[in-house]
């Protein structure tokens, strides 16, 4: 098992330009979790989908950030336009939900310039 | 409204000493309570998890937590840290599963842990 796959693990963009994270879960999880890391405030949830359904996005910044998840395989988290204080590791995670198998990916290192 | 606080920032601890890592929670019902290590530049990995049953739980690399309602805590233990135990750790609380809320889980500020030689 591959574990949780994300991509790129490092960005570096200019402000204002167009941001995609990508997320691949474990084969068989049907809970995703973006959560947004920052030395100011710890882990954040930013949005969680149960069987490729967006629950709660209430930890979204802004309008600026949307995810979507168009498969159980695959999601995506976009920011556009992107700013300096969206500097931040960017972890997804993967769960089945009636167990709590909780696996984080490795993380996007996400630097806006 | 769920939370958890850890109210450690950072410990030292001389490698081979004992450890207890302080966890409390405000949770609306049983919690489920798990406890997470986050080396750096890593993900999260988990380390143990209490759902039910017996209040202390054995987790991964030698780690145990005691859940005690009375409190509100989920301490994390270690009777002989070693130096690669040196990383953050994370305390959370989650959503009982079938509840809709599809294991959200609301993580501590992490309290982060050196060891001396």
């Known amino acids: 098992d591959a574990g949780v796959i994300q991509s790129p693990r490092h960005e570096v963009t200019e402000m204002g330009q167009e941001v995609t994270l990508r997320c691949k879960p474990i084969?068989?999880?049907?809970?995703l979790f973006w959560y947004r890391q920052t030395m100011m405030r710890g882990l954040e949830l930013l949005i969680y989908?149960?069987?490729?359904?967006?629950?709660?996005d209430s930890g979204m910044p802004e309008d600026r950030f949307s995810a979507k998840m168009p498969n159980a395989s695959f999601s995506t988290l976009k920011i556009q336009p992107s700013e300096p204080r969206d500097s931040a590791v960017y972890f997804c995670a993967s769960s089945f939900s009636q167990n709590y198998g909780y696996t984080f990916g490795s993380g996007t290192r996400l630097t806006v310039v | 409204a769920q939370s958890v606080t850890q109210p450690d920032i950072h410990i030292t601890v001389s490698e081979g000493a004992s450890l207890e890592l302080r966890c409390n929670y405000s949770?609306?019902?049983?919690?489920?309570l798990f406890w997470y290590v986050q080396s750096p530049g890593q993900g999260l990995q988990l380390l143990l998890k209490y759902f039910s049953g017996d209040t202390l739980v054995q987790g991964i690399k030698g780690f145990e937590a005691e859940f005690k309602r009375s409190q509100s805590s989920f301490n994390l233990r270690k009777p002989s840290v070693h130096w690669s135990d040196a990383a953050e750790y994370f305390c959370a609380v989650g959503h009982l599963p079938g509840d809709n809320q599809g294991g959200k889980l609301i993580f501590g500020q992490g309290t982060e842990l050196s060891v001396k030689p």
């Open positions: 949770y609306g019902a049983t919690p489920y």
């Open positions: 084969s068989g999880h049907n809970s």
């Open positions: 989908f149960n069987n490729n359904v967006p629950i709660d």
